[in-house]
């Protein structure tokens, strides 16, 4: 008989429980009669290429290279520094990304609002044309198109809302969206799911016109979605793809999402999309600090940030899925500690309460760029967040089971193995001081990720750092044989158990 690999990331069942016998409390793994609670996409865990780093421009300035006297004088200008295009046909770059596949990539964000589509094969416009900010050539599109066929994604992206694609009356024209969609169906390629315009709910930041409101985004969706109806129905429409709603994150809007629906004609996404950061980071004056990154208040917070844009799909569009096509540690860039081992917790924890939600996609900001990206932007060496993507990647299914019990400060996580119907993944995430135990019925093999220091950038798997091999090759990984019986759960880790049932 051939073995039925069940890889576990922890299920545990606790009785007679009380904070006195923490210590001594025994728990045993317990897989009966689970129940299936949700089914995600098999793209779940995606990822945001910025436009701006397709098209080269200003974007968040590392940390250490921030002049304070500057952003006294010049404000928000002082917090960005000018990159160049990244160089998506790096071989490095495409095998760390492949092996997070398949998923989607959502090249978008608030460049894309004013970019301007050159469609031709010219040399790069120097300026951009009146109404846009910014300009996008054929050969930096095609380096997009040809990312994703090499590393297993789908696009995912969004299209100007500037004044360069309106008409004299200021109505939305598909001036830049049909070029665009031309020419990637020209050389192969696909766009599966697109955002007319990058957040809405902050269009006043983001290049729209001069008083846009509710009922602006409502006229210019009907044309949008009329159009490509029409010509593109292959291409879902999401939306309204806003942000910090619901009491998350203070700040003017220039809408909120109940505005959007309440209008005539009322718009119709195939997918509700939201994004969700949970706190602004320290460049624009957060006050999030690396203590509170373990606490349960930031961990379920990503499930706060949920319950406002949930609660409108379901009074709007009950039958339309949920994606969340933007997140990260922190807005503005994410936090210096948003590439440490601390904010790994922040991330699984994130992908593993949404699914329980029925979130079908979650696009992680960004895939390397900025302190909150899982690849570093300048070596393009895996930070510690890219280790914990490699790992849920490599285990998680799409069908999401009912965890039975936990004790308090130990989340757990229920899936299919990937690939197969009859095994099981659970994570089990320890973000307090204590360690712990769980008895296991028979052999295991364990992945155990941890760090020397929550703010460590390395981490390591059962106790070996994890980094790329000399060639810039991804390194094995691999479960460690755990005999049945007690196994330790360390303070601040993320335990994975293989269990092999004959």
């Known amino acids: 008989m051939k073995q039925t690999i069940t890889i576990l990331f922890l299920?545990?069942?606790?009785?007679?429980?009380?904070?006195?016998?923490?210590?001594?409390?025994?728990?045993?793994?317990?897989?009966?009669?689970?129940?299936?609670?949700?089914?995600?996409?098999?793209?779940?865990?995606?990822?945001?290429?910025?436009?701006?780093?397709?098209?080269?421009?200003?974007?968040?300035?590392?940390?250490?290279?921030?002049?304070?006297?500057?952003?006294?004088?010049?404000?928000l200008a002082a917090l960005k520094r000018s990159i160049p295009p990244i160089n998506l046909y790096e071989k490095k770059l495409r095998d760390l990304a492949?092996?997070?596949?398949?998923?989607?990539?959502?090249?978008?964000?608030?460049?894309?609002?004013?970019?301007?589509?050159?469609?031709?094969?010219?040399?790069?416009?120097?300026?951009?044309?009146?109404?846009?900010?910014?300009?996008?050539?054929?050969?930096?599109?095609?380096?997009?198109?040809?990312?994703?066929?090499?590393?297993?994604?789908?696009?995912?992206?969004?299209?100007?809302?500037?004044?360069?694609?309106?008409?004299?009356?200021?109505?939305?024209?598909?001036?830049?969206?049909?070029?665009?969609?031309?020419?990637?169906?020209?050389?192969?390629?696909?766009?599966?799911?697109?955002?007319?315009?990058?957040?809405?709910?902050?269009?006043?930041?983001?290049?729209?016109?001069?008083?846009?409101?509710?009922?602006?985004?409502?006229?210019?969706?009907?044309?949008?979605?009329?159009?490509?109806?029409?010509?593109?129905?292959?291409?879902?429409?999401?939306?309204?793809?806003?942000?910090?709603?619901?009491?998350?994150?203070?700040g003017h809007r220039s809408m909120e999402t109940d505005e959007v629906f309440a209008t005539s004609p009322k718009p119709e996404f195939d997918i509700f999309s939201y994004h969700y950061y949970g706190g602004v980071s320290k460049r624009c004056r957060g006050d999030l600090t690396p203590e509170n990154a373990l606490t349960e208040a930031w961990l379920s917070r990503t499930e706060l940030g949920l319950k406002y844009y949930e609660d409108a799909r379901n009074k709007y569009l009950p039958k339309a899925p949920i994606w969340l096509t933007e997140t990260a540690e922190a807005s503005c860039g994410g936090n210096p500690w948003a590439a440490t081992y601390v904010d790994c917790f922040r991330y699984l924890e994130q992908l593993g309460r949404l699914a329980k939600k029925n979130v079908q996609v979650v696009m992680h900001n960004t895939l390397c760029a900025s302190e909150y990206a899982l690849i570093d932007q300048d070596t393009h060496d895996p930070r510690p967040n890219y280790w914990a993507a490699l790992l849920?990647?490599?285990?998680?299914?799409?069908?999401?089971?009912?965890?039975?019990?936990?004790?308090?400060?130990?989340?757990?996580?229920?899936?299919?193995?990937?690939?197969?119907?009859?095994?099981?993944?659970?994570?089990?995430?320890?973000?307090?001081?204590?360690?712990?135990?769980?008895?296991?019925p028979i052999q295991a093999q364990q992945y155990l990720l941890t760090a020397d220091d929550i703010l460590s950038k390395t981490v390591r798997l059962n106790g070996k750092i994890m980094e790329l091999n000399s060639d810039d090759t991804l390194p094995e990984v691999k479960g460690e044989n755990k005999k049945a019986g007690e196994i330790i759960i360390p303070a601040r880790s993320i335990m994975f158990l293989a269990i092999h049932n004959k």
Not at 43 to 52: H, I, K
């Open 98 to 250: 492949s092996a997070l596949g398949p998923m989607y990539i959502r090249v978008s964000g608030t460049w894309a609002n004013s970019t301007y589509f050159q469609d031709d094969d010219d040399a790069k416009l120097t300026a951009a044309p009146a109404g846009y900010e910014n300009v996008l050539t054929r050969a930096e599109w095609k380096g997009v198109i040809d990312f994703c066929e090499a590393v297993d994604a789908k696009l995912v992206t969004s299209f100007a809302i500037s004044d360069g694609i309106r008409d004299n009356e200021g109505k939305w024209t598909p001036a830049q969206i049909e070029p665009l969609i031309n020419y990637t169906k020209s050389i192969g390629g696909e766009i599966a799911a697109a955002e007319m315009f990058n957040e809405p709910s902050h269009a006043s930041y983001g290049a729209a016109p001069e008083g846009y409101d509710a009922a602006y985004y409502a006229r210019d969706f009907e044309a949008f979605k009329c159009f490509v109806d029409s010509l593109y129905p292959e291409i879902k429409l999401m939306g309204p793809g806003s942000t910090g709603e619901g009491g998350v994150l203070p």
């Open 11 to 75: 299920l545990l069942t606790f009785s007679g429980f009380t904070s006195e016998n923490l210590k001594t409390s025994k728990s045993k793994l317990v897989l009966n009669n689970l129940k299936c609670i949700a089914t995600v996409d098999e793209r779940y865990q995606s990822v945001n290429v910025e436009m701006c780093e397709v098209v080269g421009g200003d974007f968040w300035i590392p940390y250490h290279l921030i002049d304070n006297e500057r952003v006294k004088s010049e404000g």
């Open 392 to 440: 849920w990647n490599k285990l998680m299914g799409t069908k999401v089971f009912e965890s039975k019990s936990s004790i308090d400060g130990l989340d757990i996580f229920i899936h299919n193995l990937k690939g197969t119907s009859a095994g099981k993944a659970v994570m089990v995430v320890n973000p307090t001081e204590m360690e712990t135990t769980v008895e296991i």
